[in-house]
T-cell receptor, first 112, second 113 residues
Framework: DAKTTQPTSMDCAEGRAANLPCNHS???????VYWYRQIHSQGPQYIIH???NNETNEMASLIITEDRKSSTLILPHATLRDTAVYYC?????????????FGGGTRVLVKP | NAGVMQNPRHLVRRRGQEARLRCSPM?????VYWYRQLPEEGLKFMVY????????ESGMPKERFSAEFPKEGPSILRIQQVVRGDSAAYFC???????????FGPGTRLLVL
């Protein structure tokens, strides 16, 4: 699986949008971009994933650049409960992608 | 639909004892994955199972660790003769057939004294 690079940490203000970048410059054509988060002492929580097109669900939006070398996770209105470590993961589809490879992630602190 | 269930949530063992961690996947999910998170470290893949089959155990330590997912009942991660270095959070995830998003349970925190 391709390697990802994320900022170690970032702060954001409650109520504002949080934009979390991820670099995956070695991504291959059939690899998906997945985002998970881990709130302190809890299991990882799936947020969103995409291949080429931008995606949106009730939690977040995922913007993938046209060359697919980077992406941005957007939390539209951050709340204190969004404080967590956010992981950007690139994985192959099918059985070849059964392992999720977690890097260091971005530690996001939402401040009042 | 209940999420992935893991029990116990906390487990304390003395060195040399056995630890058994159980994972009940979400309804309709036949694929189970185990991950380990050592203190202050990231999550590491251990093993991927389907019903009655181990598909990928490339992340499992070669000794003392085993996993199963029987036809009936939960998946079990078994650690024999535990050592202090086994102290960690163990997370189970599941996914349905033909769909690859993994959904995680709350984890079991193992403390070896």
């Amino acid at each position: 699986d391709a390697k990802t690079t994320q900022p170690t940490s970032m702060d954001c203000a409650e109520g504002r949008a949080a934009n979390l970048p991820c670099n995956h410059s070695t991504i291959s054509g059939n690899e998906y971009v997945y985002w998970y988060r881990q709130i302190h002492s809890q299991g990882p929580q799936y947020i969103i994933h995409g291949l080429k097109n931008n995606e949106t669900n009730e939690m977040a939006s995922l913007i993938i650049t046209e060359d697919r070398k980077s992406s941005t996770l957007i939390l539209p209105h951050a709340t204190l409960r969004d404080t967590a470590v956010y992981y950007c993961i690139v994985r192959l589809p099918g059985a070849a992608g059964n392992k999720l490879t977690f890097g260091g992630g971005t530690r996001v602190l939402v401040k009042p | 639909n209940a999420g992935v269930m893991q029990n116990p949530r906390h487990l304390v063992r003395r060195r040399g004892q056995e630890a058994r961690l159980r994972c009940s996947p979400m309804k309709g999910h036949s694929h189970v994955y185990w991950y380990r998170q050592l203190p202050e470290e990231g999550l590491k893949f251990m093993v991927y199972l389907q019903k009655e089959n181990i598909i990928d155990e490339s992340g499992m330590p070669k000794e003392r660790f085993s996993a199963e997912f029987p036809k009936e009942g939960p998946s079990i991660l078994r650690i024999q003769q535990v050592v202090r270095g086994d102290s960690a959070a163990y997370f189970c995830a599941s996914s349905p057939p033909y769909q690859e998003t993994q959904y995680f349970g709350p984890g079991t925190r193992l403390l070896v004294l």
